[in-house]
């Protein structure tokens, strides 16, 4: 089930806020949505590469670019995601985080809907064979009678 994520939560994209330490408080995994709020014009949301997002230097490495105030970024890929905010030092202010996307939840679904294989105890089986030999054997015993009967 996706969830989506005002990044920075009631701090919302402002200058205040620690941004790394609000991504590790989060756990995203493909198909969730990161929702940027802020006054237009005070700040932007420019996903980069990792090197932009280090250098803070976003003459290059700009993937998207964000700007209405109230952007909606849809994490629709396994990867690692950088975003930072490209007004004048801002970004080196600390407007600015990375997260990686997992994937699907299969692997959890593996761990909830293990196939429920018939465990049969030890008991069931060694009386299902003795049960089976019995049979056998007096079959055998029965046969036995017959043939000598016979003669
Ligand atoms: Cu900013």
């Known amino acids: 089930m996706a ?26 995994n493909r ?61 080196l202010g600390g407007m600015r985080f990375g997260i990686q996307v997992k994937g699907d939840s299969n692997v959890t679904d593996g761990v909830f809907h293990s196939p429920i294989a018939p465990t049969p105890s030890s008991n069931s089986c060694s009386s299902y064979i003795s049960q089976r030999w019995r049979v056998i054997h007096n079959f055998l015993l029965f046969g036995l009678l017959l043939f000598n009967y016979s003669f």
């Open 3 to 28: 969830s989506v994520y005002t990044v920075g939560d009631q701090d919302e994209w402002s200058s205040q806020t620690n941004y790394a330490r609000w991504a590790e408080r989060h756990s995203f």
């Open 31 to 91: 198909g969730d949505v990161l929702v940027f709020k802020y006054v237009k014009g005070q700040h932007n949301v420019y996903e980069v590469s990792e090197e932009t997002f280090r250098s803070c230097d976003a003459s290059s490495g700009v993937l998207a670019k964000y700007e209405s105030g109230e952007d909606e970024v849809a994490l629709n890929e396994v990867k690692k995601y950088w975003f930072i905010c490209n007004v004048v030092g801002h970004c």
